[in-house]
C-alpha cells in the first residue's frame, strides 16, 4: 500500500473537530486537522451559557480553549478549505484549496450546516447582535421580552413553544397558512396564549434604533415590535465535499451514520449537525459527544 500523510484526516473545526483532536491524539493517531471556519454554527451565537463548565463566556473564547486544549495534545491543523474527498486502493485523497493533496487511512467529516436565510434587509450585518438561527441557544438572553420566530416546519414550532415559556410575546411569522410540522405541534403552539400567528407573510426588514433592534417590518408593510429575531426556516448539510463518494444520506440530507458514527463508507466517519444520530438536536455538548465516539471507533478500527 502508497504510504499514507495520516492515520486520520479531520475536516472541520468546530464544538465537534477540536475535541476529536485531541481524543485522536491521546489514542496516537497521526491525525490532522484542516478547517477553513472555526466555531461554525457556534459562531453565530450571542453568547454560551449551556454548556458544562461554562456559566457564560462569547462563542470565541470557548473555541479558542478548545483549540489551545487541542494544539497541547500535539495535534496538527492547517487553515485551508477542503475540495473534495475520494477513496483509491483502500485509502482517502483529501484534496485542498491550496492544491495539496493528503492521504489517510481514516476521514471524519464534521463540516456543519448551512442555515437558510430570509434574505431580509440587515440580516446578515446583525447575525449574533439581534439575529439568531437557534433559539435554544440564544432565548434565555431574552426572557421577558418580545420575539419573532420565523419558519413553519417542526424546529420552527418546537422552538417557538420553548420561547413562549420564557418570552413576553413571540411572533411566529410563517409564509403559508398551513404547516409541514407535526400536527400534535402545531395545536399545542395554537393553545400558547402569547404566541401570535402572522401566517402569509414574509421579513422584509429588521429595524433597530441606536442601541436596539426595534421592530421587524413584513412585506406587507405591516410591523412587528421586537427585540430579538429568530429564524428556523431550514438547514443544509455541508456535505458536497464528499459527494463523490455516494454516501448514504437521509431525506434532509444529513449522512447516515451507524451507532459508531461510520457512514455508508467504511472508514468514513461522520459527527456533528450532518449525521442523523444524537436526534438532530445540533448543541454543542452533543457534536463534541459524536466526535469523541467517532474517533474512539477510529481508534478501534485502527487497533483490528
Not at 187 to 213: F, G, H, Q
Not at 255 to 269: H, I, K, M, N
Request: hydrophobic share 45%; net charge negative; aromatic share 12%.
Amino acid at each position: 500500500m502508497e504510504n499514507l500523510d495520516y492515520d486520520l484526516i479531520i475536516i472541520g473545526a468546530g464544538s465537534a473537530g477540536y475535541p476529536a483532536w485531541m481524543y485522536a491524539s491521546r489514542y496516537e493517531l497521526k491525525n490532522l486537522i484542516i478547517w477553513a471556519q472555526p466555531g461554525w454554527a457556534l459562531a453565530t451565537s450571542h453568547k454560551v451559557e449551556n454548556y458544562p463548565g461554562v456559566i457564560s463566556a462569547p462563542w470565541k473564547e470557548i473555541m479558542d480553549n478548545f483549540k489551545d486544549h487541542a494544539i497541547a495534545s500535539w495535534s496538527e491543523i492547517i487553515n485551508e478549505m477542503v475540495t473534495e474527498v475520494t477513496k483509491h486502493e483502500g485509502h482517502f485523497h483529501v484534496k485542498t484549496s491550496a492544491w495539496k493533496e493528503l492521504k489517510a487511512k481514516y476521514v471524519i467529516v464534521a463540516t456543519g450546516n448551512n442555515y437558510r436565510k430570509l434574505w431580509a434587509k440587515w440580516e446578515a450585518e446583525f447575525l449574533g447582535k439581534w439575529v439568531s438561527y437557534c433559539a435554544t441557544c440564544d432565548g434565555m438572553f431574552f426572557k421577558w421580552r418580545d420575539i419573532v420566530m420565523v419558519g413553519g416546519w417542526n424546529t420552527a414550532i418546537t422552538e417557538a413553544l420553548y420561547l413562549a415559556d420564557i418570552c413576553n410575546k413571540v411572533y411566529l411569522v410563517h409564509r403559508k397558512d398551513t404547516f409541514r410540522a407535526e400536527n400534535s405541534w402545531v395545536e399545542k403552539m395554537k393553545s400558547k396564549e402569547n404566541i401570535e400567528l402572522v401566517l402569509k407573510e414574509e421579513v422584509e426588514e429588521i429595524t433597530w434604533d441606536a442601541l436596539w433592534m426595534t421592530w421587524v417590518t413584513l412585506k406587507s408593510g405591516k410591523e412587528l415590535k421586537a427585540d430579538w429575531i429568530f429564524v428556523a426556516v431550514w438547514t443544509i448539510p455541508n456535505v458536497s465535499v464528499v459527494d463523490s463518494l455516494n454516501l448514504e444520506k437521509d431525506e434532509e440530507g444529513c449522512l447516515v451514520v451507524d451507532a459508531r458514527q461510520e457512514t455508508s463508507l467504511p472508514g468514513l466517519y461522520a459527527a456533528w449537525d450532518v449525521t442523523t444520530n444524537s436526534n438532530k438536536f445540533r448543541q454543542t455538548i452533543m457534536s463534541a459527544a459524536e466526535w469523541c465516539l467517532a474517533v474512539n471507533s477510529v481508534h478501534e478500527d485502527h487497533l483490528r
